[in-house]
């Protein structure tokens, strides 16, 4: 397989560190979620791990096979489980109620598939469950701080809130944050967080 992000992963260091996204880890805190979680979009593996740590059953996808390695590996070291799947979001098949909670952490790509994507994990997330995200938004391209250098890869806040408007939205942010996540997420940055929780 050859496509950028394999190329990206493929280093003995992790290019976006190994601890987890902030914000994950904040919200985490805050909601205390248990059971079965899906990481999508997850590179290398920090957030699953840290969601593993946390006691969840997690599960990566991602479309690197050297950043599921790294996954791996990464779980191994830190005395956890993540199950590992290479998953093309563009092909992704969704079963319904499936997830607890699934995170997606600066996972960027076109619209197309970012539309396809936030409806699968409507579907996918069980009555109760959450869907948690920290991405770039459409403001990110002149903070030169990490992320897609299209905007076409970058969300508006309407994306969530209009894909979500029957959740209850527990946390919306968009806005400046600081962001300091291995060698590629550095400094000041234009974000979209977004907490929401499927209604039962």
Same mark, same amino acid.
Request: charged share 25%.
């Given at each position: 397989? /050859?496509?950028?992000? $394999?190329?990206?992963?493929? *280093?003995? /260091?992790?290019?976006?560190?190994?601890?987890? /996204?902030?914000?994950?880890?904040?919200? !985490?805190?805050? @909601?205390?979620?248990?059971?079965? +979680?899906?990481?999508?979009?997850?590179?290398? &593996?920090? $957030?699953?791990?840290?969601?593993?740590?946390q &006691?969840?059953?997690?599960?990566? =996808?991602?479309? +690197?096979?050297?950043?599921?390695?790294?996954t791996?590996? @990464?779980?191994?070291?830190? &005395?956890?489980?993540?199950? *590992?799947?290479?998953?093309?979001? $563009?092909?992704?098949? =969704?079963? *319904?109620?499936? =997830?607890?909670?699934?995170?997606?952490?600066?996972?960027?790509?076109?619209?197309?598939?970012? /539309?396809?994507?936030?409806?699968?994990?409507?579907?996918?997330?069980?009555?109760?469950?959450?869907?948690? *995200?920290?991405?770039?938004?459409?403001?990110? @391209? %002149?903070?030169?701080?990490?992320?897609?250098?299209?905007?076409?890869?970058?969300?508006? %806040?309407?994306e969530?809130?209009?894909?979500?408007?029957?959740?209850?939205?527990?946390?919306?942010?968009?806005?400046?944050?600081?962001?300091?996540?291995?060698?590629?997420?550095?400094g000041? +940055?234009?974000?979209? !967080?977004?907490?929401?929780?499927?209604?039962?």
């Amino acid at each position: 397989m /050859n496509n950028h992000w $394999n190329n990206r992963f493929q *280093t003995e /260091n992790y290019v976006y560190g190994t601890e987890p /996204n902030v914000f994950i880890s904040e919200m !985490q805190e805050k @909601l205390q979620l248990s059971g079965d +979680a899906l990481a999508i979009a997850e590179g290398e &593996g920090r $957030n699953a791990v840290f969601l593993a740590e946390q &006691g969840m059953r997690v599960t990566a =996808w991602d479309y +690197a096979e050297s950043g599921l390695q790294k996954t791996r590996k @990464l779980a191994e070291n830190k &005395g956890v489980t993540v199950q *590992t799947e290479y998953v093309d979001l $563009n092909e992704a098949v =969704w079963e *319904t109620e499936m =997830w607890d909670e699934i995170i997606c952490v600066f996972g960027h790509f076109p619209k197309e598939i970012r /539309n396809k994507t936030l409806a699968g994990v409507k579907k996918a997330v069980k009555p109760g469950g959450y869907f948690i *995200t920290e991405v770039y938004s459409i403001y990110q @391209l %002149p903070y030169k701080s990490g992320g897609p250098r299209d905007i076409d890869s970058l969300y508006s %806040p309407e994306e969530f809130l209009h894909t979500f408007s029957d959740w209850r939205i527990v946390h919306f942010f968009m806005g400046e944050a600081i962001r300091y996540e291995g060698e590629l997420h550095t400094g000041l +940055a234009h974000v979209i !967080q977004f907490v929401g929780q499927k209604l039962d």
